[in-house]
């Protein structure tokens, strides 16, 4: 179907405005590119694991777990290529968000954005409070069933519902609860993408149910050099930095942390600082 033919396209470049895509490599331009500069073999993963998916009758796997340090790219890859995904519905819940951090408290949150996606009645909302009665996440499983059509779930800072010292006998600690959503409703492609910064995450929570991985290492020099030149290219204030002091701030963020961050936020001053001598 068109839905399918959408997924299978290969990865290319394509234009995504930033006001559909939030701070995609904190992104204050008009546009920026699919895949991300820098992140390409990364976004290339992201692409084939939704096609596994989300495919029409696909069997494949429906968990992947992202991690990796902060300032590496992995929310923006994960919303540039969903973004790739117009037929999709997409939900994203960062748990640091949520009053009740625990499964459950996911659960109602995730149950909300789906009803009020599709214009809920209050009955939608109270049929998906009685459904939490039955299972931790029975909130979110009977609000998945009121959408019609392939779904991505993405759950930002998820180690916010796994307490210390791995999984607890409680919802909260309960991510095997979490990923079985994955498997709701029956029938409907559901992909759930769970990201954090810890490695060792489903480790840890002694998660035996199969969910793959992927690790975003930290930036190099050469792709903090890439990054930097395409923002400023991207700009019109490519003149506006020598290559010289670009190359110092590229070497020493790549020495110290690999956090793309610290050199966008040298091309916003840099940008800044242009529009001040132009001004």
């Known amino acids: 179907n068109g839905f399918t033919d959408q997924i299978?396209?290969?990865?290319?470049p394509t234009s995504i405005p930033t006001s559909n895509v939030d701070q995609i490599h904190g992104a204050a331009s008009p546009e920026v590119v699919f895949p991300l500069v820098g992140r390409e073999s990364e976004c290339a993963v992201l692409q084939s694991f939704l096609q596994r998916s989300l495919g029409v009758?696909?069997?494949?796997?429906?968990c992947l777990y992202v991690s990796g340090g902060p300032g590496t790219g992995k929310t923006c890859s994960?919303?540039?290529?969903?973004?790739?995904l117009p037929k999709a519905h997409v939900f994203e819940v960062n748990c640091m968000d949520l009053s009740q951090r625990s499964v459950a408290g996911f659960s109602d949150r995730l149950a909300q954005k789906c009803v009020d996606s599709l214009g809920g009645t209050n009955a939608d909302h109270a049929r998906c409070r009685l459904a939490r009665q039955a299972s931790p996440v029975g909130a979110a499983v009977a609000a998945l069933r009121m959408i019609n059509g392939p779904t991505v779930i993405?759950?930002?800072?998820?180690?916010?519902?796994?307490?210390?010292?791995?999984?607890?006998?409680g919802s909260s600690g309960d991510l095997e609860d979490l990923l079985s959503l994955a498997q709701q409703p029956e029938g409907l492609p559901v992909a759930?993408?769970?990201i954090a910064n810890a490695v060792d995450l489903l480790t840890r929570a002694n998660l035996c149910l199969g969910c793959a991985s992927l690790l975003f290492t930290p930036y190099d020099k050469d792709q903090l050099r890439q990054i930097a030149m395409a923002r400023l290219d991207m700009s019109g204030i490519t003149a506006a930095l020598d290559k010289a002091t670009v190359e110092v701030r590229v070497r020493q963020v790549a020495k110290q942390s690999g956090d793309c961050r610290q050199v966008l936020a040298m091309c916003e001053d840099a940008k800044f600082m242009s529009a001040d001598a132009t001004g």
């Open 192 to 194: 759930i993408i769970l």
């Open 154 to 169: 993405i759950i930002d800072e998820v180690y916010q519902l796994v307490r210390r010292g791995g999984r607890s006998s």
């Open 78 to 84: 994960v919303r540039a290529a969903v973004h790739q």
């Open 8 to 12: 299978l396209e290969p990865l290319k």
């Open 57 to 62: 009758g696909t069997t494949g796997e429906r």
